[in-house]
Nanobody, 128 residues
């Protein structure tokens, strides 16, 4: 399995960025995928996840500002990040899980979760 993330960068507070993550290998459109982030000195946290059926969950700090979506034909997920804040600065990791129970877990996810495949991460920096 490979998860190739792109779209990170430097943006001013209040701006927008869109992250993409293309999955290859044994991850299909029926498997949940998502984004997690880790800032320096902090624990990894949930940003947004999407189930194979398209249900979504968001971390409390990004609700109303970020939108996760998926293009099943491209086996790709996206994270549209709007109204960015300096506290959104972190390395963003794309993740996926093809275990049989994963979709059910992700449907009710409220925090960090050890998805079984992770991408290398892309840096997002928001300047004030």
């Amino acid at each position: 399995v490979q998860l190739q993330a792109s779209g990170g960068g430097l943006v001013q507070a209040g701006g927008s960025l869109r992250l993409s993550c293309a999955a290859s290998g044994s991850i299909s459109s029926t498997n949940p995928m998502g984004w997690f982030r880790q800032a320096p000195g902090k624990q990894r946290e949930l940003v947004a996840v999407i189930t194979g059926g398209g249900d979504t969950n968001y971390g409390n700090s990004v609700k109303g500002r970020f939108i996760i979506s998926r293009d099943n034909a491209k086996n790709t997920i996206y994270l549209q990040m709007n109204t960015l804040k300096p506290e959104d600065t972190a390395v963003y990791y794309c993740a996926a899980d093809n275990r049989p129970w994963a979709d059910l877990v992700v449907a009710g996810l409220r925090g960090n979760y050890p998805m079984n495949y992770w991408g290398k991460g892309t840096q997002v920096t928001v300047s004030s």
